[in-house]
T-cell receptor
Framework: GNSVTQMEGPVTLSEEAFLTINCTYTATGYPSLFWYVQYPGEGLQLLLK?????DKGSNKGFEATYRKETTSFHLEKGSVQVSDSAVYFCALSVPGTYKYIFGTGTRLKVLA | GAGVSQTPSNKVTEKGKYVELRCDPI?????LYWYRQSLGQGPEFLIY????????DSGLPNDRFFAVRPEGSVSTLKIQRTERGDSAVYLCASSSSTVTEAFFGQGTRLTVV
C-alpha cells in the first residue's frame, strides 16, 4: 500500500540553525511528493512539490529532492527563522488518483 | 471566494446528535475533497467530488457519514448519531483538476461530548 513516514517532533531549533525533516514513502507507481505547512491558526498550505525522480522542489528557502533510490523527500532549510515555526506534513499522491496520503506531521519550533 | 471557506470553525455537539459541516470551495474549482485529521495525525481522506458526483467515498468510515455537493460548488458533510470518536478536525480542499495543487480550508473542529 501507499504510506508516508516522517520524523516525529517536536523539533526545536535556534534561529539561523540548519533544518532537516526526514520523510520516506512507500508507493505503487511513481507518486508526486509534497510538503505542506500549517502555521498556527491557519489551514494547510502547499510549501513545495516534486513530480518525478531527481526533481527538486523549493520555496521560501526550503528545499526537498525526490530521491527514488532511497524513497525519500527530506525537507531542508539552511537558516530557519522564528516565523518558520509550524507543523510540516509530507504527503504523496499516486498518478491516476486524487488522494493525498499524509504523514503524521512534524512540529517545528524556532527560538529567537 | 479568495480561499476555501469552512463553517463553522468549531462545533461542539452531544453524543447521538446530527451535525452538518459546510465547505465553500474556491470559485470554479471542480474537484472537492474532505479529509479528517485526528489529534497528532495527518489528514486522512474521506471523500472526493468531481462536480456534483461523489467519485470516491471509500474513505468514509461508516454509513453515519454522508456528503453532498448538489450544485457542484458548496459541499456539506453530514454525520448522524455522532460518537465521541468522531471528534476531529474536518478539512475541506478544492482544486481546479485532480492533477493540480489542492487548496485547503482552515477546517472545522468537531467535538462530541
Amino acid at each position: 500500500g501507499n504510506s508516508v513516514t516522517q520524523m516525529e517532533g517536536p523539533v526545536t531549533l535556534s534561529e539561523e540553525a540548519f533544518l532537516t525533516i526526514n520523510c520516506t514513502y512507500t508507493a505503487t507507481g511513481y507518486p508526486s511528493l509534497f510538503w505542506y505547512v500549517q502555521y498556527p491558526g491557519e489551514g494547510l498550505q502547499l510549501l513545495l512539490k516534486a513530480t518525478k525522480a531527481d526533481d527538486k522542489g523549493s520555496n521560501k528557502g526550503f528545499e526537498a529532492t525526490y530521491r527514488k533510490e532511497t524513497t525519500s523527500f527530506h525537507l531542508e532549510k539552511g537558516s530557519v527563522q522564528v516565523s518558520d515555526s509550524a507543523v510540516y506534513f509530507c504527503a504523496l499522491s499516486v498518478p491516476g488518483t486524487y488522494k493525498y496520503i499524509f504523514g503524521t506531521g512534524t512540529r517545528l519550533k524556532v527560538l529567537a | 471566494g479568495a480561499g476555501v471557506s469552512q463553517t463553522p470553525s468549531n462545533k461542539v455537539t452531544e453524543k447521538g446528535k446530527y451535525v452538518e459541516l459546510r465547505c465553500d470551495p474556491i470559485s470554479g474549482h471542480t474537484a472537492l475533497y474532505w479529509y479528517r485529521q485526528s489529534l497528532g495525525q495527518g489528514p486522512e481522506f474521506l471523500i472526493y467530488f468531481q462536480g456534483t458526483g461523489a467519485a470516491d467515498d471509500s474513505g468514509l468510515p461508516n454509513d453515519r457519514f454522508f456528503a453532498v455537493r448538489p450544485e457542484g460548488s458548496v459541499s456539506t458533510l453530514k454525520i448522524q448519531r455522532t460518537e465521541r470518536g468522531d471528534s476531529a478536525v474536518y478539512l475541506c480542499a478544492s482544486s481546479s483538476s485532480t492533477v493540480t495543487e489542492a487548496f485547503f480550508g482552515q477546517g472545522t473542529r468537531l467535538t462530541v461530548v
